[in-house]
C-alpha cells in the first residue's frame, strides 16, 4: 500500500510540473505572439485582456511569466471586467423609469405657453388637481422653453428707473452703556448717495414712515422705494408711504 501510494505521488508530482510547465509555456507564447503583431509598442486586444485576467485567477505562477505589461495592469484588467459583470448583472431584465405619457408632457408644454408666469411649482398643483401625480422635476423638464422671460429682468428695470428707485434700511450699533441704537439710513440708488439718516433708541413704523417724508415732502420726488420684509415697515408705514404715491 505505501508502495502504491508513493507512486501516485510521483506521478501526480510529475504531472504537475508538466502542467505548470505547459501553462507557462503558453503565457510566453501569448506575449511573443503579441510582440510579433505590434510595431514599437505591445497593442493588447480585448481578447488578450481576457486571457490574463482568466490565467492570473487560475495560475499562481503568472506573474513570473509576465512581461510586457505590469502584474497591477493585469489586476486592473480583472477589476473593470469584474464591474462590467456586476453592472450587466444589475441591470439585466430592468427597463428603468418609466417614461412619462405624452398627454401629460403635452399638457405641461400648453399649460407652460399659455401662462407664461407660471412656474414648475404651479403647474406640479394644477397637475395634481386634475389628477396627475408627477414630480417637479418632470414638470421643470417639459415645460416650454422661452427665448425671451415673459417681462423685463430685474436688472433692466433697475437700469431704467434708477433715477427713481431709493434704498431704506436700518442698522444697529451698540453703544458705550450697552444700549442699542438704532440707525435708518436713506440711500439714492444711481448715485449711492446717502439722502438721509436719523437714530432712535426706540424704532416703531411711524417713526421709519416720518424719515420718508422728510426725505421727499412733496409728492412724485420719488416713485419707488426698496426696503426688505421687515416688521418694522407696518401697517402705519405701508400707509405714509401710499400716500406719497410711492411704490415700495
Same mark, same amino acid.
Given at each position: 500500500?505505501?508502495?502504491? $501510494?508513493?507512486?501516485?505521488?510521483?506521478?501526480?508530482?510529475?504531472?504537475?510540473? $508538466?502542467?505548470?510547465?505547459?501553462?507557462?509555456?503558453?503565457?510566453?507564447?501569448?506575449? !511573443?505572439?503579441?510582440?510579433?503583431?505590434?510595431? $514599437?509598442?505591445?497593442?493588447? #486586444?480585448?481578447?488578450?485582456?481576457?486571457?490574463?485576467?482568466?490565467?492570473?485567477?487560475?495560475?499562481?505562477?503568472?506573474?513570473?511569466?509576465?512581461?510586457?505589461?505590469?502584474?497591477?495592469?493585469?489586476?486592473?484588467?480583472?477589476?473593470?471586467?469584474?464591474?462590467?459583470?456586476?453592472?450587466?448583472?444589475?441591470?439585466?431584465?430592468?427597463?428603468?423609469?418609466?417614461?412619462?405619457?405624452?398627454?401629460?408632457?403635452?399638457?405641461?408644454?400648453?399649460? #407652460?405657453?399659455?401662462?407664461?408666469?407660471?412656474?414648475?411649482?404651479?403647474?406640479?398643483?394644477?397637475?395634481? !388637481?386634475?389628477? /396627475?401625480?408627477?414630480?417637479?422635476?418632470?414638470?421643470? $423638464? /417639459?415645460?416650454?422653453?422661452?427665448?425671451?422671460?415673459?417681462?423685463?429682468?430685474?436688472?433692466?428695470?433697475?437700469?431704467?428707473?434708477?433715477?427713481?428707485?431709493?434704498?431704506?434700511?436700518?442698522?444697529?450699533?451698540?453703544?458705550?452703556?450697552?444700549?442699542?441704537?438704532?440707525?435708518?439710513?436713506?440711500?439714492?440708488?444711481?448715485?449711492?448717495?446717502?439722502?438721509?439718516?436719523?437714530?432712535?433708541?426706540?424704532?416703531?413704523?411711524?417713526?421709519?414712515?416720518?424719515?420718508?417724508?422728510?426725505?421727499?415732502?412733496?409728492?412724485?420726488?420719488?416713485? /419707488?422705494?426698496?426696503?426688505?420684509?421687515?416688521?418694522?415697515?407696518?401697517?402705519?408705514?405701508?400707509?405714509?408711504?401710499?400716500?406719497?404715491?410711492?411704490?415700495?
Amino acid at each position: 500500500m505505501g508502495m502504491l $501510494k508513493a507512486v501516485a505521488i510521483f506521478l501526480r508530482a510529475m504531472f504537475l510540473a $508538466k502542467a505548470r510547465l505547459s501553462i507557462e509555456n503558453l503565457a510566453l507564447r501569448q506575449q !511573443l505572439a503579441v510582440c510579433s503583431q505590434s510595431v $514599437k509598442r505591445p497593442k493588447l #486586444s480585448a481578447r488578450d485582456r481576457f486571457f490574463w485576467a482568466c490565467l492570473s485567477q487560475l495560475w499562481p505562477g503568472w506573474r513570473d511569466a509576465l512581461a510586457i505589461v505590469q502584474p497591477e495592469t493585469v489586476l486592473k484588467w480583472h477589476r473593470i471586467g469584474f464591474k462590467l459583470f456586476w453592472k450587466w448583472k444589475s441591470t439585466a431584465g430592468k427597463v428603468g423609469r418609466p417614461c412619462i405619457a405624452h398627454e401629460i408632457r403635452d399638457l405641461i408644454r400648453r399649460m #407652460s405657453r399659455e401662462n407664461p408666469i407660471w412656474g414648475a411649482p404651479r403647474i406640479l398643483s394644477e397637475l395634481r !388637481l386634475l389628477g /396627475y401625480d408627477v414630480a417637479e422635476s418632470t414638470v421643470a $423638464k /417639459y415645460m416650454a422653453r422661452r427665448q425671451k422671460p415673459p417681462s423685463q429682468t430685474w436688472r433692466t428695470f433697475l437700469d431704467n428707473h434708477a433715477s427713481e428707485i431709493t434704498a431704506c434700511d436700518f442698522f444697529t450699533v451698540p453703544t458705550a452703556t450697552f444700549r442699542m441704537l438704532y440707525c435708518f439710513v436713506v440711500l439714492s440708488h444711481d448715485r449711492r448717495r446717502v439722502l438721509h439718516f436719523n437714530v432712535t433708541f426706540h424704532p416703531t413704523a411711524s417713526w421709519a414712515a416720518q424719515q420718508i417724508v422728510e426725505v421727499f415732502p412733496y409728492d412724485g420726488a420719488l416713485k /419707488y422705494l426698496l426696503r426688505d420684509n421687515d416688521s418694522i415697515y407696518g401697517q402705519a408705514f405701508q400707509q405714509r408711504v401710499k400716500s406719497l404715491g410711492i411704490h415700495g
